[in-house]
């Protein structure tokens, strides 16, 4: 069950780093992707807390005016993503 998840988190780290490398993607979209891959990455952490502090970040910018229509697309269907890893 345990390298289930961590397949997962790996997929949804890759889909952040394509958030994180898009240049049309303004820079403080851009850096919450990065604290969230810092945060699903730290392997110190339980793994639910690791993806609460990354949908806290992800939430926090969810609706920046700002950010690119697909954009927003991709981060909400990346915190379904992990919202259904808790469950």
Do not use: C
């Not at 889909?15 to 490398?21: M, P, S």
């Amino acid at each position: 069950m345990k390298a289930v998840a961590d397949e997962q988190v790996n997929s949804i780290v890759e889909l952040l780093t394509q958030i994180l490398e898009d240049k049309t993607v303004p820079k403080n979209i851009r850096e919450s992707a990065q604290r969230s891959i810092a945060s699903l990455s730290d392997n110190e952490e339980e793994l639910s807390i690791r993806i609460d502090q990354a949908v806290q970040f992800l939430d926090e910018i969810s609706e920046d005016p700002n950010m690119p229509i697909y954009t927003r697309t991709q981060i909400w269907s990346i915190v379904s993503m992990l919202e259904g890893l808790l469950h």
